[in-house]
């Protein structure tokens, strides 16, 4: 229960023994940068907005004091967060239920694909934090299989991924339907203007933490291009994949069909590839998951959005196959690798007229990206 007294230290963050026990566990030793700045408030009670790239914690930053706030004896929902996608819903309640798994906290991924009997059973069971995608919630406030009267926080996680698949009306909509005096947070790896809108509607003079932009790239990725011919891309990309030492690799397309294709032909080669899109059903995207996660394909080919926010273990490689649309997206991607100050390489495939486009990233994001050249045949069979 809640009689729990006993209060450790993480860095200068004061916790429940029971937190500070599950996260040690976790293998946290320190807070990050923007744990370390962000927790003491949401402590406090304020609203917040957190700003970082991704990789830098930033679940758990909500996830830790949430675990100290919410009261494990009202078996009331007291916490909802919001995600982009279902694989982040999945993955953030993984996160949330490790941090909260000594303190006896009840959380649940809600999210669309899933059969929703199944969630109406679990959400009847008492549940305290509720993680979803904002479509499947709705459902689910408009049959009344989810109250939302004694929420008492709200954290809507990578806000801009949000917004940018259209989701600001279903999200006002949920909130709307929260307490008044709920404390709201806000995660991002970007504030485009939209993001600042939604903060200045719904949140009550929030604290601002942000982890400025100049560090946006992680130092630890390192950072190649190889510039080659459309036509010679996949033999390009093969050789690549072949010299460098992969534990395993996500590769971005463009579009669902260049996934497909690009799978068939890494198979055709004799790679391990599974491929990642918004055309499959939930099941199939479980599955290829699974397989990656468990080392079973070292090579997992996605779209943007279909990789939004994924968190695997020991992702060594970032491939941008096709180079990204802008440089925003170029940090999101690359931010799959070198996670939790590990070390990552990020690889970015050009033809001579996307030159260009690199360079705006490279200006944007005061990233290094080095020229690399192709191996030789001969270097490779060495
Ligand atoms: P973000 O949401 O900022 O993209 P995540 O919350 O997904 O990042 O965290 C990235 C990884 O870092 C996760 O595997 C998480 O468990 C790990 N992590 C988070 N905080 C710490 C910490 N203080 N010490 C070690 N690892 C951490
Ligand atoms: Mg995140």
Redesign the pocket.
Known sequence: GSEEQERVS?GDITLKSMVFKA?SD???????P??AKAIPFILEGKDLIGQ??????????F?IPMAEMIDTDDSRVQALVLCPTRELAI??AQ?VS?IGRLSNLKSLPVYGGQSIERQIRALRHGVQVVIGTPGRILDHISRKTLRLNNVRMVIL??ADEMLDMGFIDDIEAIIKETPEDRQTLL?S?TMPGPIQKLARQYMKSPEFVTISRDKLTVPLIEQVYYECKDSQKVDALCRVLDMEEIGAAIIFCRTKRGVDELVASLKTRGFFAEGLHGDLTQAQRDRVMKKFRDGKAELLVATDVAAR?I?V?NVTHVVNYDIPQDPESYVHRI?RTG???RKGIAITLINYREYRQLKLIERVTKARIQRRDLPSMADIVE
Do not use: N, Y
Request: glycine residues 18%.
């Open positions: 993480f996260i976790m293998g946290f030793e320190e807070p990050s923007i744990q970082a790239q991704t990789g830098t914690g930033k679940t758990a930053t996830g993955q953030v996160e490790k996680d990578e995660f790896a926010g968190d273990e931010g996670r939790a100050g």
